[in-house]
């Protein structure tokens, strides 16, 4: 299947600008399982998609879309990690513009380990409504809910949307990194402002789709109230993609629900407006 099922002119490895990667892993998840699913239903969807984009103006996928063999990911997320590094790798390596597709966040490590390799002075930017900041969890530090100290000890980040932590995540976080929920409800994206200007000239950009509002977002398998809008969250990537060069990205924890495809869209849409304002300007 692939991403929104694109003429063969457009998606043949060589001439892609991007690839898009399936990792349907979800081992480590701990409350609502079937985020392995989210690739699937994610490509499904982007068949729907509108090629033109009004914001920028742009047809990206002229640029070369071309979608991957899922990664055969391995049981144990320390080598499910080591395997999607391998893979990124290979292709931020042949100058590509890599999109990870999740499964879980864990997923994010592998793909910031690989995007780091390849780039010098990275950064990486996060959407999520978890700051994802614990050491370990459940005897392992590689569970989805400690990707953001797996990939602080890469390279710095910056964390938009929190709204959901432990007080020893809190106590141990460096605050000024972090752009609360609340903070962009009561003063809009200017409350990010700061944290934006610490991300280094390279940036990785991964989004765990509960970042969202689930009003807006209700497939995902740990939902918080309190969450970003459309535009918000479009807003901040677009501000981040005008300043910085992004050089990749992930899309992480949709759980697709039969019943309501709307989810799926958003997803895919997401992907297609960031790639828009990344490269399609």
């Known amino acids: 299947m692939k991403f929104a099922d694109l003429p063969g002119a457009y998606t043949g490895y060589e001439q892609a600008r991007t690839v898009i990667l399936p990792i349907p892993y979800d081992k480590t998840s701990t409350w609502r399982k079937g985020a392995d699913l989210g ?7 982007s068949a729907n998609m509108e090629l033109f984009d009004i914001e920028t103006g742009s047809e990206v996928y002229r640029t070369g879309i071309c979608t991957l063999p899922p990664v055969d990911c391995p049981p144990d997320p ?5 395997e999607v590094e391998k893979q990124a790798l290979h292709h931020f390596r042949n100058g ?3 999109v990870g597709l999740g499964g879980e966040h864990s997923v994010s490590v592998g793909l910031v380990r690989a995007a780091a390799r390849k780039f010098g002075n990275l950064s990486v930017l996060q959407f999520d409504a ?3 900041l614990r050491p370990e969890y459940e005897d392992s530090p590689y569970n989805h809910a400690c990707v953001m100290s797996r990939v602080s000890e890469i390279c710095g980040i910056v964390q938009v949307g929190i709204r959901s932590m432990d007080k020893a995540e809190w106590d141990a976080a460096d605050r000024d990194r972090i752009v ?4 962009l409800h009561k003063y809009g994206m200017n409350a990010a402002a700061e944290a934006l200007e610490l991300l280094t000239d390279t940036v990785y950009i991964t989004v765990d789709l509960d970042v969202l509002d689930p009003s807006v977002m209700p497939s995902t398998g740990t939902p918080e109230p309190g969450g970003l809008d459309w535009y918000t969250l479009t807003g901040l990537i677009r501000r981040a993609a005008g300043e910085r060069t992004i050089i990749g990205m992930d899309v992480v924890e949709l759980l697709p629900d039969r019943s309501n495809p709307a989810p799926d869209f958003l997803a ?3 992907i297609y407006r960031t790639l828009s304002m990344v490269l399609g300007q």
């Open 39 to 45: 690739p699937q239903a994610l490509l499904a969807a």
């Open 78 to 82: 320390a080598a499910m990690v080591d």
């Open 96 to 98: 590509k513009f890599v």
């Open 130 to 132: 978890h700051s994802d």
């Open 180 to 183: 609360f929920a609340h903070d």
């Open 268 to 270: 895919a849409k997401l």
